[in-house]
């Protein structure tokens, strides 16, 4: 108002656009068993301080899909043993989450052959296959942990190779995720060992060698005599 005129005009005040902050992934840290599902969660913050639920709008990812995959809804399945990374992202804002899939504990293991048994300097490779809820079966040696009862009788390594080391029995060990599985073995002597003998001439006026006599070796013994 001037001088007893007045007026008037209207004023449009503008909130700022609100922009994505950062995206917060759920759950942040899983471990699965290999063949569960895990639905997981996007929550975007914003700049105006608000949140939103946007687990259908980002886009999911999987780092390694061999080990895990990621539907368009957040929806994973754990597929190997292993770990990898699941990203949602929305207008050039990521968020993310680590996940570690685990070998779930099968039914029962079966160590191949039964009951070997092997000389002593010998090697012996053993196969371990684990049977699973479902009924399937899978090659495990290289991930069962292996061992010997008695380590003076044999070893065995972590591929599950044997190797005798003096005659005797002893059982050998299968584990994995708490189910476990023995099997005897047994170490015997070579049957075609060979070693040194004298021979000796009966005499009671004397002993020992006398000069027609030799000692027998492998070098000089046919093995038909």
Not at 56 to 85: F, M, R, Y
């Amino acid at each position: 108002t001037f001088q007893g005129v007045s007026g008037s005009t209207a004023l449009h005040v503008t909130a700022p656009a609100k922009t994505l902050s950062s995206i917060a992934v759920s759950p942040l840290n899983p471990t699965l068993q290999a063949g569960a599902t895990q639905q997981f969660t996007a929550v975007g913050n914003y700049s105006d301080g608000s949140t939103a639920d946007i687990t259908t709008q980002a886009a999911w990812t999987s780092a390694d899909a061999k080990v895990l995959t990621i539907d368009v809804k957040g929806l994973a399945t754990a597929v190997a043993a292993g770990a990898t990374t699941v990203t949602a992202a929305l207008t050039n804002v990521t968020g993310s989450a680590n996940v570690t899939i685990s070998q779930p504990a099968p039914q029962s293991i079966a160590i191949t052959p039964a009951s070997p048994q092997f000389a002593i300097g010998s090697t012996q490779q053993l196969t371990a296959t684990a049977t699973n809820s479902d009924g399937s079966t899978q090659d495990v040696t290289s991930s069962v942990t292996w061992s010997v009862a008695n380590a003076a009788v044999a070893n065995v390594n972590a591929s599950g190779l044997l190797t005798g080391i003096a005659s005797g029995s002893t059982q050998v060990t299968a584990s994995l995720n708490g189910t476990t599985s023995s099997q005897p073995i047994q170490v015997i002597t070579p049957t075609n060992s060979l070693v040194n003998v004298s021979t000796w001439h009966v005499d009671t006026n004397r002993s020992g060698l006398n000069s027609g006599e030799v000692s027998l070796t492998p070098s000089n013994v046919s093995p038909d005599h």
